[in-house]
C-alpha cells in the first residue's frame, strides 16, 4: 500500500527538549518536504529536500534541522531553539518537478 | 513573493447546493495548481491537479478551472453531500521545485 507515514501522530515535548518527527514514504519519489500548520492558517514550508542528501531551508527554518540520508526518509528535528513548536506537522513527498504532491497524516506536536 | 488568499473563509450551505470556492494567487508564474481536501486533525488529500497550460481539471463532481493570467482558480462542487464537509486548500508551485504555497483554506459545511 503506498504512501506517506508520519510517525508518532502525537508527540509531547518538554520546554528544552529535542525531539524527531519521523516520515517515511513508499512511492519512490525523488522531493521530499516538511510543512507547518497552526490553527487557522495555512501551511508554511519549513524544509525541503529534492534528492538524496541535499536539503533546502524554507520560509520558517529557525529552529528545526532535518536530513535526508536515504530516499524514503526525512527526518524533522524540532530542536529547543525553536521557540513556538506546538503545531500540525505535515510531510509531503513529489517526483519532482510540477508533479502532483502527497501528504502523510500529520504529527501534533505540543508543549508541555 | 507569492500570496495566496481563498474566499470564503468559511461556507455554510444546505444539501444538493451546487457551490464554489475560489482562490487568487499574486504572482502568474506558476508551474501547477493544486486543490486538496483537509478533514479535522488529519492530512490533506489531492483532489485535483492543474498545470499552468490547462485550463480545467475535472473529477466526479468536481471541476477545477484555473485562468492564470488573472491569477485565479475556482473549484466547483455539484450536488454538495455532507461527506464534503471539510477545509479545502489551494496551492500553487512556483519557479523552483515544487514548493507549494498555499493559502488559508475555506471550511466548508453541508448541512442535511
Known amino acids: 500500500d503506498g504512501g506517506i507515514t508520519q510517525s508518532p501522530k502525537y508527540l509531547f515535548r518538554k520546554e528544552g527538549q529535542n525531539v524527531t518527527l519521523s516520515c517515511e514514504q513508499n512511492?519512490?519519489?525523488?522531493?521530499m518536504y516538511w510543512y507547518r500548520q497552526d490553527p487557522g492558517q495555512g501551511l508554511r514550508l519549513i524544509y525541503y529536500?529534492?534528492?538524496?542528501?541535499?536539503?533546502q531551508k524554507g520560509d520558517i527554518a529557525e529552529g528545526y534541522s532535518v536530513s535526508r540520508e536515504k530516499k524514503e526518509s526525512f527526518p524533522l528535528t524540532v530542536t529547543s531553539a525553536q521557540k513556538n513548536p506546538t503545531a500540525f506537522y505535515l510531510c509531503a513527498s513529489s517526483e519532482g518537478r510540477n508533479t502532483e504532491a502527497f501528504f502523510g497524516q500529520g504529527t501534533r506536536l505540543t508543549v508541555v | 513573493k507569492q500570496e495566496v488568499t481563498q474566499i470564503p473563509a468559511a461556507l455554510s450551505v444546505p444539501e444538493g447546493e451546487n457551490l464554489v470556492l475560489n482562490c487568487s494567487f499574486t504572482d502568474s508564474a506558476i508551474y501547477n495548481l493544486q486543490w486538496f481536501r483537509q478533514d479535522p486533525g488529519k492530512g490533506l488529500t489531492s483532489l485535483l491537479l492543474?498545470?499552468?497550460?490547462?485550463r480545467e481539471q475535472t473529477s466526479g463532481r468536481l471541476n477545477a478551472s484555473l485562468d492564470k493570467s488573472s491569477g485565479r482558480s475556482t473549484l466547483y462542487i455539484a450536488a454538495s453531500q455532507p461527506g464534503d464537509s471539510a477545509t479545502y486548500l489551494c496551492a500553487v508551485s512556483g519557479n523552483a521545485g515544487n514548493m507549494l504555497t498555499f493559502g488559508g483554506g475555506t471550511r466548508l459545511m453541508v448541512k442535511p
Open positions: 492543474i498545470q499552468s497550460s490547462q
Open positions: 512511492l519512490n519519489h525523488d522531493a
Open positions: 529536500s529534492q534528492i538524496v542528501n541535499d536539503f
